[in-house]
């Protein structure tokens, strides 16, 4: 086997005192997604903290749920 290893590590992010968890997943050097949210109104605040963060975040809705992209 020959070629470069990368390591890919995911985290589940988990809200104090919250039901739900999300995952983020690496998708581009410096992106991530974070989700799936159950409600725009959770996709809405994970892009808020994103941008406080100065990332340029873009929320979108699959079969799966919301998700939000922040690069």
């Known amino acids: 086997m020959s070629g470069p290893w990368r390591v890919v590590v995911m985290c589940c992010v988990l809200a104090a005192g919250s039901a ?3 995952l983020v997943l690496p998708t581009q050097e410096r992106c991530q997604v974070a989700g799936p949210f159950a409600s725009l109104v959770r996709a ?3 892009a808020q903290a994103a941008r406080d963060r100065g990332a340029n975040p873009v929320t ?10 922040a690069c």
């Open 20 to 22: 739900h968890a999300s």
């Open 60 to 69: 979108f809705r699959t079969d799966d749920g919301y998700f939000v992209r």
């Open 44 to 46: 809405i605040e994970a």
